[in-house]
């Protein structure tokens, strides 16, 4: 798996924009991009994930430069209930197992 | 969206006691994982499951034990419990590893 780095911490207040940025250099040809988000005391769930350009769903945005070097969650107007965890992981169907990594702890505050 | 179920939420046990922390999903899927995670601290898989009768070590050591007699079905299990054991138990499952697994609720375990 390739390798991650992300913002161990971001700051907001609510109805902003939030863009947590990933770093992940040594992306290979047919890895995508994946986002989870985890509340305290919850499992992770599953976001968004992409290959290139852009994805939105009802959730969030993911953008991806060309050189897919690194990615950006948006999260479009973030509110209290956005405070969690972020974890951006970076691979392939050829693998069977996820690491997380220490993910973007989000506080979003009023 | 798959359905895992887990339990119990919450267990308090003391040292030396055998315990099995129970793991479900309703949605016929391949691969089942477990996931142990302090709180504040990153998740770590300590096993994984590609289907029946399939069970791997994952990438934290762990004493505890697994088993996949059923596809639904994929307990843990701790022989003898001891405080190092305290920690939150997450389930997952995928019908495709990489790309979405969905997470039981957890169970946190302390041992005293």
């Known amino acids: 798996l390739a390798k991650t780095t992300q913002p161990i911490s971001m700051d907001s207040y609510e109805g902003q924009e939030v863009n947590i940025t990933c770093s992940h250099n040594?992306?290979?040809?047919?890895?995508?991009i994946t986002w989870y988000q985890q509340f305290p005391s919850q499992g992770p769930r599953f976001i968004i994930q992409?290959?290139?350009t852009k994805v939105t769903n009802e959730v969030a945005s993911l953008f991806i430069p060309a050189d897919r070097k690194s990615s950006t969650l948006s999260l479009p107007r973030v509110s209290l209930s956005d405070t969690a965890v972020y974890y951006c992981?970076?691979?392939?169907?050829?693998?069977?197992?996820?690491?997380f990594g220490k993910g973007t702890m989000l506080l979003v505050s009023p | 969206e798959a359905d895992i179920y887990q339990t119990p939420r919450y267990l308090v046990i003391g040292t030396g006691k055998k315990i099995t922390l129970e793991c479900s999903q309703t949605?016929?899927?391949?691969?089942m994982y477990w996931y142990q995670q302090d709180p504040g601290m990153e998740l770590h898989l300590i096993h994984y499951?590609?289907?029946?009768?399939?069970?791997e070590k994952g990438d934290l050591s762990s004493e505890s034990t697994v088993s996949r007699i059923r596809t639904e079905h994929f307990p843990l299990t701790l022989e003898s419990a001891r405080p190092s054991h305290t920690s939150q138990y997450l389930c997952?499952?995928?019908?495709?590893?990489?790309?979405?697994?969905?997470f039981g609720p957890g169970t946190r375990l302390t041992v005293t």
């Open positions: 992409g290959y290139k």
């Open positions: 499951s590609y289907g029946v009768n399939s069970t």
């Open positions: 949605m016929g899927h391949d691969k």
């Open positions: 992981l970076v691979g392939n169907s050829g693998y069977s197992t996820l690491t």
């Open positions: 040594n992306i290979a040809t047919n890895d995508y």
């Open positions: 997952a499952a995928s019908s495709d590893g990489f790309y979405e697994q969905y």
